[in-house]
Nanobody
Framework: QVQLVESGGGLVQAGGSLRLSCAAS????????MGWFRQAPGKEREFVTA????????YYADSVKGRFTISRDNAKNTVYLQMNSLKPEDTAVYYC????????????????????WGQGTQVTVSS
């Protein structure tokens, strides 16, 4: 089992920044590909970004490319999501997810390949 705990959400004005963290426990962190997803009110959960086990490969949704950055610290068992130039449409519950059993460089973007999910953290961007 893997436990994922997100933190860092909150209320921010448009144009501002937030950094989300996701702490993992229960399994060797370097064995997990990690991703961030989000769900806005009335919408389906969508992919935001993901990072490979090694940290060498990343992938972003077009809607956040150039504004968000995913990173990981395998020594701290933590993945981060730095969000800059936030927009009201970024308002959502953000979820951290972990995928087990993939190669070092693989970056999964599909929800169904993720095995474990955090409880989510709310991000609200005011205009």
């Amino acid at each position: 089992q893997v436990q994922l705990v997100e933190s860092g959400g909150g209320l921010v004005q448009a144009g501002g920044s937030l950094r989300l963290s996701c702490a993992a426990s229960g399994r060797t962190f370097s064995g997990l590909a990690m991703g961030w997803f989000r769900q806005a009110p009335g919408k389906e959960r969508e992919f935001v970004t993901a990072i490979s086990r090694s940290g060498g490969n990343t992938y972003y949704a077009d809607s956040v490319k150039g504004r968000f950055t995913i990173s990981r610290d395998n020594a701290k068992n933590t993945v981060y999501l730095q969000m800059n130039s936030l927009k009201p449409e970024d308002t959502a519950v953000y979820y951290c997810a972990a995928a087990l059993g993939y190669g070092l460089g693989y970056v999964p973007s599909l929800q169904y390949v993720y095995d474990y999910w955090g409880q989510g953290t709310q991000v609200t961007v005011s205009s």
